[in-house]
């Protein structure tokens, strides 16, 4: 049977997507106070439900940075569900900046501030986050596009939520981890009950049956980013030492037809051997670019 086969409700299904959760968990460092939820539907179905399920009725303000078209589309659609207000826009300079953290007006009785981490369309990402001035301190991040990119301090936030298509897996799904106080203001029978989030940990996964194909895969997706991360995150930028899958003919015949193009000591120390770019500040970037296509030259030229 394939994941697609089983039930949800099945221990198989569960070991996959506790896998899952638990490869999230390890990746980003998310801590004990956030659940990890994957929610159906797409990053336009939370520009919903962040409102519905934060705000217990539409008079209830929250604050929206606008910084491109994405978290405009967010603030649009929380304002059916809440007094949503613009903190901060960057409309005047055509979405191409964001605001110094200190000069968003955030209103104090704001359910939460609502920011798009990253701009899909105007391609501006926040490097670092604003704190929440609310009291209910509470940021809520659209992340569909840089979601597990780079390391990310979940404790800043109290929502994060990621359609999963751009960077995680296939479409239909959410990964969302959030803290446990952003559950549900209330329960009003108004809400749709299958958006009604509770984001305690031990709550039961799903009111209903979760994109399950959609989940393995991002699970699968998460354990090779871990895997890829770990040497990466120790990654020098000025010493790269690498080795040939073909082995140590291969590397001197590498390092010799370099040195022919002007490329030289790209030998590797001889105490491990392979070989090792060194950038020091002197080596202009139009060297590691040479460097760059020739390796690229090199492999298409012994596959
Ligand atoms: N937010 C951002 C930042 C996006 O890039 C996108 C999709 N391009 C969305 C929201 C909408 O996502 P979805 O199609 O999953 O609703």
Redesign the pocket.
């Known amino acids: 049977m394939s994941i697609m086969e089983m039930s949800h409700r099945g221990k198989e299904f569960d070991a996959a997507i506790k896998k899952a959760e638990a490869d999230l968990r390890a990746l980003l460092a998310v801590p004990d106070t956030h659940a990890v939820l994957f929610l159906q539907g797409?990053?336009?179905?939370q520009f919903a439900a962040v409102p519905l399920n934060l705000c217990a009725d539409p008079s209830v303000p929250a604050d929206f940075v606008v910084s491109g078209s994405?978290s405009d589309k967010a603030f649009k659609e929380a304002k059916k569900f809440s007094a949503a207000s613009v903190a901060w826009s960057g409309k005047d300079g055509k979405y191409t900046s964001l605001p110094p953290l200190g000069e968003i007006k955030q209103n104090p009785e704001a359910r939460f501030l609502h920011i798009?981490s990253?701009?899909?369309i105007h391609g501006v990402e926040f490097k670092d986050y604003p704190e929440p001035k609310n009291a209910s301190g509470i940021l809520v991040a659209?992340m569909?596009?840089n979601f597990c990119s780079k390391p990310v301090d979940v404790s800043r936030f109290g929502v994060i939520y990621a359609?999963a298509?751009?960077n995680v897996g296939p479409?239909g799904v959410t990964p969302s981890p959030s803290c446990a106080r952003t559950s549900s203001a209330t329960r009003s029978p108004s809400r749709p009950s299958c958006w009604t989030t509770r984001r305690t940990p031990t709550t039961p996964r799903s009111t209903n049956t979760p994109p399950c194909f959609a989940i393995y895969i991002c699970g699968l997706v998460f354990e090779d980013l871990a895997r890829a991360g770990r040497p990466r995150r120790v990654r020098s930028l000025m010493n790269v030492p690498f080795t040939l899958a073909k082995g140590a003919d291969f590397e001197k015949q590498f390092i010799a037809e370099a040195a022919k193009e002007g490329m030289v000591q790209l030998k590797g120390h001889r105490s491990v051997g392979g070989v090792r770019a060194s950038i020091y500040n002197a080596m202009p970037l139009a060297g590691v670019e040479k460097l760059v296509a020739f390796m690229k030259d090199f492999q298409a030229r012994n596959p």
Do not use: L, P
Request: hydrophobic share 10%; proline share 0%; charged share 20%.
């Open positions: 797409g990053a336009t179905t994405w798009c990253n701009e899909t659209d569909s596009s359609g298509q751009k479409s």
